[in-house]
């Protein structure tokens, strides 16, 4: 039996990839398409918003009671209830939606004691590469070298800096032994804004429809070294989100992560 899904933020950018690439596998099977109650798609067929065959089943409002996992990239308001929905109905959880808040972050870490629950701020391998080489290779080049992430994303994101640049700075960080986040610094201006040493600064640019670009850039005096991820389309996350959805089910209650899906 392919396993049952269910996509909160259906309607949604990424929700909409992740139907479409869902039905383009034929692994799984999509049990509810989920979005908020004042989405004007509500009742639509979520195969033809998703661009692929009619699927014959309807973006909705409701959270089924059974399904194998719930992938949500929706919105922060939308967590509480999709995580004590999961919660309560053992549902494993893939949680794609960046900007939680602490107390969220919270809540999914004590429903990882009674359901499995990947949350990453970005599905993509590559970048998942990049998460665990960031770390060593500050430890590598030591405290001479400055370190700034800087991350560009479309006009409509509403978080800033993104999950992703924070996962980096965190990374770097734990290596570092800064103090995260307090070792941030968010832009830079003003007529006292001198580089202090210990602190990551973070940039965020916003425009256009730039799909996701993060460089960490590690410059001393004489060098610079720079390592950068370009995201070419929306599909690398979702096709990451549906890989960690096929990994998570069936496995024992926790907290997992991206790493855990690719072995790294
Ligand atoms: P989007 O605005 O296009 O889609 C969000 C969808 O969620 C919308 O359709 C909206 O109507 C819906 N929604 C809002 N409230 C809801 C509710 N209460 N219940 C159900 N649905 C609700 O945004 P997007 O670009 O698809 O991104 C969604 C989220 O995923 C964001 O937080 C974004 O930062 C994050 N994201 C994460 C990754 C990753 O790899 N982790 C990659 C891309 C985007």
Redesign the pocket.
Known sequence: MKPRLII??A?????RRIAALAVEAGRFDIIAA???AD?PDIGADAGVLARVDKLGIELGTDLPKKADCLID???P??AD?VIEHCRSCGIALVM????LSDDQVAKIARAAEKIPVIR?????VGMNVLFSLVGSVAGRLGDQYDIEVVEAHHR??K?SPS?TALTLAENIARETGWDFPACLVHGRSGKNALRQKGTIGMHSVRAGDITGEHSVIFSTLGETLTLAHSAHS?DN?AR??LRAAEWIIGKTPGAYSMADVLGI
């Open positions: 909160n933020g309607a949604g950018r990424m929700g989920v979005d908020s989405h990239f929706s919105l308001q939308a209830g794609g939606t960046t900007g990453a701020s970005n599905f993509s409509f994101k978080d999950g929306r996350f990451g989100a």
